[in-house]
């Protein structure tokens, strides 16, 4: 399990990452509370494509180099639902390696999603994808979410973010998750998606 006491960590996500309240943010705080010195790096709407498409990418990589991480958490997925896996798949093993020069990558994926929105088959799509890229260093976040699925239950009138309530329940969860996860029969298991997502993605 990670030890993060006195580790820099970089988050590197997109909205369920930026502002005050968001899971990403109150991670960020669960894991400074335990001893490491966190920095966000979010950006709404960020993909793992649009990442190299719209924004200073050299730039914001360098700048995320900078900071020295022991360890980096990729918190991307939700936008990345309904485009072309192989591209997409191609960009996120880009990026673990840009920003895991040096460091210990982990990753999570987008949360559960309530039936009516139709999210189900997209969101699945892409946890397979990201399996294949950070194996037993992916985390799936929709489980952590699966009983946070309307507005009473701390989720955002929208479906997709969290209320600041609901952020601080999904922020402990993920750090909680995290300095407990492990490799063990889940690696057996991601090598396993990782053969089945080659023969997909390529």
């Known amino acids: 399990m990670p030890d993060v006491s006195g580790k820099r960590i970089l988050i590197f996500g997109d909205s369920l990452s930026s502002g005050a309240g968001s899971p990403g943010e109150e991670m960020a705080a669960h894991l400074a509370a335990r001893g490491a010195n966190v920095h966000v790096n979010a950006r709404i709407g960020r993909s793992a494509v649009n990442f190299y498409s719209r924004e200073d990418a050299a730039g914001q990589l360098a700048s995320s180099l900078e900071f020295g991480a022991d360890m980096v958490i990729i918190q991307l997925g ?102 407990s996860a492990g490799g063990g029969s889940s690696l057996l298991i991601a090598t396993v998606l990782g053969v089945l997502a080659y023969a997909l993605f390529r």
């Open 78 to 179: 939700t936008n990345d639902m309904g485009l072309v896996m192989s591209v997409d798949r191609a960009r996120m093993i880009q990026l673990r390696d840009s920003l895991g020069a040096g460091a210990e990558v982990w990753a999570f994926g987008p949360p559960s999603f309530r039936s009516s929105l139709g999210h189900d088959g997209d969101a699945a799509q892409v946890v397979t994808m990201m399996m294949s890229v950070f194996g037993d260093h992916f985390i799936d976040l929709r489980p952590l979410t699966k009983t946070m699925l309307t507005a009473s239950e701390g989720r955002a009138n929208d479906g997709v973010h969290f209320t600041a309530a609901g952020g601080r329940v999904v922020g402990k969860r993920m750090a909680d998750e995290l300095t």
